[in-house]
């Protein structure tokens, strides 16, 4: 009788709200019940090969992340791409106020709130240096430099997925159009 109560309840709208998946072979052992939302994604990331070229001066798009923090922030919006695993690759340029730069090619995956560096600028200058590279981590909000935090509720994402096409979210950062002032 449990079993039949539990098949209609899913069939009549529990599937929605319960995420009904699994029936267990056995009504008494509901041992294997899964709720949809518990499963483990079947996310692969993109592969990149090929690293954007450093970049110039004319091509970056300043952006605010804190009054507090001395630092300014900018992104090459040639390097911006959003790729069909849902996440927004982009070079980032951190200057001090004494003029020293940090250049890293890093992206934001929308679904998780993480981020990860794919390559920073070498000792040279004069290209990447992929040997920095680090793994998924989640972001930091209360940070006084979280400029992911900024580009990720400001420009970049929105719904666990990215805010439109890279066209989209480089036009909104020329002119200033943070998610919270977009009307769609």
């Not at 994604?41 to 990149?48: G, H, I, L």
């Not at 920095?132 to 990720?152: K, T």
Request: one cysteine or more; aromatic letters at 10%.
């Amino acid at each position: 009788m449990k079993a039949i109560v539990l098949a209609l309840t899913c069939l009549a709208g529990g599937a929605i709200l319960a995420g009904c998946s699994h029936m267990p072979a056995n009504p008494k052992d509901d041992s294997t019940f899964q709720y949809l939302l518990d499963r483990k994604s079947e996310w692969a990331e993109n592969k990149v090969e090929t690293l954007p070229p450093l970049p110039h001066e004319q091509d970056l798009i300043a952006f605010d992340v804190s009054q507090n923090t001395p630092l300014k922030f900018s992104i090459d919006a040639k390097s911006l791409s959003v790729g069909s695993d849902g996440v927004v690759r982009y070079t980032v340029v951190i200057t001090s106020p004494s003029g020293a730069h940090n250049v890293n090619y890093e992206g934001i995956r929308c679904e998780t709130y993480d981020w990860r560096l794919y390559a920073g600028l070498n000792a040279d200058h004069d290209g990447w240096d992929r040997t920095v590279a680090n793994d998924w981590m989640r972001i930091e909000n209360g940070n006084l430099n979280a400029y992911q935090a900024s580009l990720y509720q400001d420009y970049f994402c929105a719904n666990k997925a990215p805010t439109g096409t890279a066209k989209w979210i480089v036009d909104n950062l020329r002119h200033h159009r943070i998610a919270t002032s977009l009307v769609r």
